[in-house]
Nanobody, 112 residues
């Protein structure tokens, strides 16, 4: 399995931005498909954004605010999160869907 390490989480006021990164132990461009998930307290883990080749999808709750991308120079999968809301609070995980590899997660807390 590929090793994935997330970073970039933190505490931010509503309306603010964060950029999450997921560094992979293998060539990020070759890892396909991949996705970002989140788990809020007391809730099930949900898919936030996925990248399957050139096909990108977002959960309705984050459309227009979040952007998923790959950075080949840093070998990372990124999630740019703008206009954050308190309901975006949770632990964010990246996943290499093909072999079900997960990172350890990074905490995002949005306060109003």
């Amino acid at each position: 399995q590929v090793q994935l390490v997330e970073s970039g989480g933190g505490l931010v006021q509503a309306g603010g931005s964060l950029r999450l990164s997921c560094t992979a132990s293998r060539n990020i461009i070759a890892l396909n498909p991949m996705g970002w998930y989140r788990q809020a307290p007391g809730k099930e883990r949900e898919l936030v954004a996925s990248m399957i080749g050139a096909n990108i999808r977002y959960a309705d709750s984050v459309k227009g605010r979040f952007t998923i991308s790959k950075d080949r120079t840093k070998n990372s999968l990124n999630l740019q999160m703008n206009n954050l809301k308190p309901e975006d609070t949770g632990i964010y995980y990246c996943r290499y869907i093909s072999d079900n590899s997960w990172g350890q997660g990074t905490q995002v807390t949005v306060f109003s």
